[in-house]
Structures are given as structure tokens and as C-alpha cells.
């Protein structure tokens, strides 16, 4: 998949410095909101110089303008190939949400409800508490759509600012980990339906088709995976520092092509090619999917059934007998 150049909508940079100089916190935050990950991309030293004398409590009542700061950080620690800053970025974000997490009934515009509501489900996702995540990320979901909030007419533009299918797709990924599949489909459809258009209100949209061509592929579904993963090369390019992050799982849904289809050689080649992703769904499992999926190539015999059912197992997509416990069941 292409990666995004700066798109047309974003301000002029004189405009955008000016911005993040003026010190309107406001005004910063609506930045961020405009162009979603490209303020990152294209200005992550401004950002950082921007909010480095913020006080910590300030924080504490923006979660737009902390994201927009964690961004640019992001953004750094990949351009300079800094990984243990980055693990600091990631655990710093958890601990965030889990404060976020405390006080979710205190956020009422919906943007930073959206997104307090976002880091807390991404947080207790990422400690393993799945249930945890998916009741904090419904109560969310709930009090936006009965809020005083209007959902934009489906014949005008969906703001970025809006975040569009950002909430579905978390809880789409809290479900997939849990091995709650169908639910996990359900969110990723939602997430798909809910996304805007190119150049920045398409990306929680395109993670989420990439994750229902994993879902397909897991489950034999052939056809209807490589529908899903047509429908992602013609999804809006994503900046080169989240990529890896959001569309591991149509990287995974090619390996699982390939095995069903009897051709490890291609299964192992394309394992090679997924890099390092941070995101919960590949942290966690992306030694042991390879450990077992390499065993599994080694293992033609046992033919590719048994070779898909290890690696989805590997890569969180099956319930293991210790893990029944924590599956996330729709209510009733």
C-alpha cells in the first residue's frame, strides 16, 4: 500500500507554525483535528516544541492535544529509529488511558469523550483485560451516539476531526483478541461503513478492511478475503510511520492465503515481509505466530487445515482452553 504525501486540505506551513506557535491551545488542537496523523507527519518537531512547557494536569483535560503530542513523538522515534523511546511513547499511552479510563464521564464535548474513550480501550486491550476494554469501549460508543451530537448526513463529508470508525475499529481489535470473531467482523464492518474519504478521513476505515481480510482468510473464506484486500488498494495511502501499524492484518490474511493454498514457500516469503508492528495485535503475538507458523510450513503433511488453525491460533484468532474465560460476549 501506498503511503500519504501531505494532502491538499492541510494549511500552508507558514499558517500551521504560526498555529502551533500562537500557544491557543484551541487552535493547536484544531490542527490536529483537520488532518488527523499528517500534522505528525509533517510538522513532529513543531508539535513537540509546541507542548513541551504544557503542564501535566493541562493533559489531563485534552486528550486531542496529548494524542497530537504522542503523534509527533511516534513520528520522531520512527524517523530516527529509536525503539525504546518508542516502547516509553506506548507505555506512557497506557498509563494515559488508564487514568482517561477513571474518568471517562468527565469529557463532554464529543471529540475528546471519543478520544479519552479510545486510549482507555486501547489500554486495558493492551494489558489483556479484553472484557474490560469492550465494556468501556460500548459505554463510549453509547454516550456519543446518544449525545447531543448529530452523526454527519450520509451525502456530506465526514470531518477527520470526527475520528470516523477510530472507536469501532479498537473495539474491533479488543474482539478479534479476545476471539470474539463474529463481533469483531460486525465492528470491523461498522468501523468500514462509518469511515470518510481521502486524504485524512479514510484511515481508521482502511485498518479495519485490512483486518476483515484477516478475518476471512481465517476463516477459509478465499474469495471473500481478496475482495476485502482489493477493497484496501483502492483505501487512501497511510503515512509511513503508522502503516505497519494499522494494516498488519492484511499481511497476515496473505499468509493465510497462501497455506490454504498449499504453497509454503510463498506463506513463509511474505511472513519475512511483516515488520515490526507495535500494535497490541502484533506485539503480543508476533513471536509465537512465527515460532508456530514456521512450524507449521515444515509440517506439509499435515496438510493446510491444520497449518491455518495453528497460525490463526498463534495470531489470537481461535480461544485457547485458558483464555475461554476472558472472551467478550455481546449482550443480550
Given at each position: 500500500?501506498?503511503?500519504?504525501?501531505?494532502?491538499?486540505?492541510?494549511?500552508?506551513?507558514?499558517?500551521?507554525?504560526?498555529?502551533?506557535?500562537?500557544?491557543?491551545?484551541?487552535?493547536?488542537?484544531?490542527?490536529?483535528?483537520?488532518?488527523?496523523?499528517?500534522?505528525?507527519?509533517?510538522?513532529?518537531?513543531?508539535?513537540?516544541?509546541?507542548?513541551?512547557?504544557?503542564?501535566?494536569?493541562?493533559?489531563?483535560?485534552?486528550?486531542?492535544?496529548?494524542?497530537?503530542?504522542?503523534?509527533?513523538?511516534?513520528?520522531?522515534?520512527?524517523?530516527?529509529?529509536?525503539?525504546?523511546?518508542?516502547?516509553?511513547?506506548?507505555?506512557?499511552?497506557?498509563?494515559?488511558?488508564?487514568?482517561?479510563?477513571?474518568?471517562?464521564?468527565?469529557?463532554?464535548?464529543?471529540?475528546d469523550l471519543v478520544t479519552a474513550g479510545a486510549a482507555a480501550v486501547i489500554s486495558s486491550r493492551m494489558r489483556g483485560d479484553?472484557?474490560?476494554?469492550?465494556?468501556?469501549?460500548?459505554?463510549?460508543?453509547?454516550?456519543?451516539?446518544?449525545?447531543?451530537?448529530?452523526?454527519?448526513?450520509?451525502?456530506?463529508?465526514?470531518?477527520?476531526?470526527?475520528?470516523?470508525?477510530?472507536?469501532?475499529?479498537?473495539?474491533?481489535?479488543?474482539?478479534?483478541?479476545?476471539?470474539?470473531?463474529?463481533?469483531?467482523?460486525?465492528?470491523?464492518?461498522?468501523?468500514?461503513?462509518?469511515?470518510?474519504?481521502?486524504?485524512?478521513?479514510?484511515?481508521?476505515?482502511?485498518?479495519?478492511?485490512?483486518?476483515l481480510a484477516l478475518l476471512a482468510a481465517n476463516r477459509g473464506h478465499l474469495d471473500l478475503a481478496r475482495t476485502w484486500l482489493?477493497?484496501?488498494?483502492?483505501?487512501?495511502?497511510?503515512?509511513?510511520?503508522?502503516?505497519?501499524?494499522?494494516?498488519?492484518?492484511?499481511?497476515?490474511?496473505?499468509?493465510?492465503?497462501?497455506?490454504?493454498?498449499?504453497?509454503?514457500?510463498?506463506?513463509?516469503?511474505?511472513?519475512?515481509?511483516?515488520?515490526?508492528?507495535?500494535?497490541?495485535?502484533?506485539?503480543?503475538?508476533?513471536?509465537?505466530?512465527?515460532?508456530?507458523?514456521?512450524?507449521?510450513?515444515?509440517?506439509?503433511?499435515?496438510?493446510?487445515?491444520?497449518?491455518?488453525?495453528?497460525?490463526?491460533?498463534?495470531?489470537?484468532?481461535?480461544?485457547?482452553?485458558?483464555?475461554?474465560?476472558?472472551?467478550?460476549?455481546?449482550?443480550?
Open positions: 500500500m501506498a503511503t500519504s504525501p501531505a494532502g491538499p486540505d492541510l494549511p500552508s506551513d507558514a499558517a500551521v507554525r504560526a498555529g502551533l506557535r500562537s500557544g491557543d491551545l484551541d487552535r493547536i488542537e484544531a490542527l490536529f483535528g483537520a488532518v488527523w496523523y499528517d500534522l505528525a507527519s509533517r510538522f513532529s518537531p513543531e508539535v513537540l516544541r509546541a507542548v513541551e512547557a504544557i503542564p501535566t494536569k493541562v493533559f489531563e483535560r485534552r486528550p486531542r492535544l496529548l494524542l497530537a503530542a504522542l503523534y509527533a513523538e511516534l513520528r520522531r522515534s520512527y524517523a530516527e529509529g529509536d525503539h525504546q523511546r518508542l516502547r516509553r511513547t506506548l507505555q506512557f499511552y497506557v498509563l494515559t488511558g488508564q487514568r482517561y479510563a477513571r474518568r471517562l464521564g468527565s469529557f463532554t464535548r464529543p471529540r479484553y472484557v474490560g476494554a469492550e465494556q468501556m469501549g460500548a459505554w463510549t460508543d453509547a454516550q456519543v451516539t446518544h449525545g447531543r451530537a448529530q452523526p454527519p448526513l450520509p451525502w456530506t463529508a465526514v470531518p477527520a476531526a470526527a475520528r470516523p470508525g477510530w472507536l469501532s475499529t479498537e473495539r474491533g481489535l479488543t474482539a478479534m483478541l479476545a476471539g470474539s470473531l463474529d463481533q469483531a467482523t460486525r465492528l470491523f464492518t461498522r468501523a468500514h461503513a462509518e469511515a470518510g474519504e481521502p486524504p485524512y478521513a479514510h484511515y481508521a476505515g482502511t485498518s479495519a478492511v485490512a483486518n482489493k477493497t484496501l488498494e483502492r483505501s487512501g495511502p497511510l503515512p509511513d510511520w503508522v502503516e505497519h501499524l494499522n494494516t498488519a492484518g492484511d499481511k497476515v490474511a496473505r499468509v493465510l492465503i497462501a497455506i490454504d493454498e498449499g504453497d509454503p514457500a510463498t506463506a513463509a516469503e511474505l511472513l519475512g515481509r511483516i515488520g515490526p508492528a507495535t500494535q497490541s495485535t502484533a506485539v503480543a503475538l508476533r513471536g509465537l505466530r512465527q515460532r508456530q507458523l514456521r512450524g507449521t510450513l515444515r509440517r506439509p503433511a499435515q496438510g493446510p487445515t491444520h497449518a491455518r488453525h495453528r497460525a490463526s491460533t498463534a495470531w489470537g484468532l481461535g480461544p485457547r482452553p485458558d483464555d475461554r474465560d476472558r472472551r467478550i460476549r455481546p449482550a443480550r
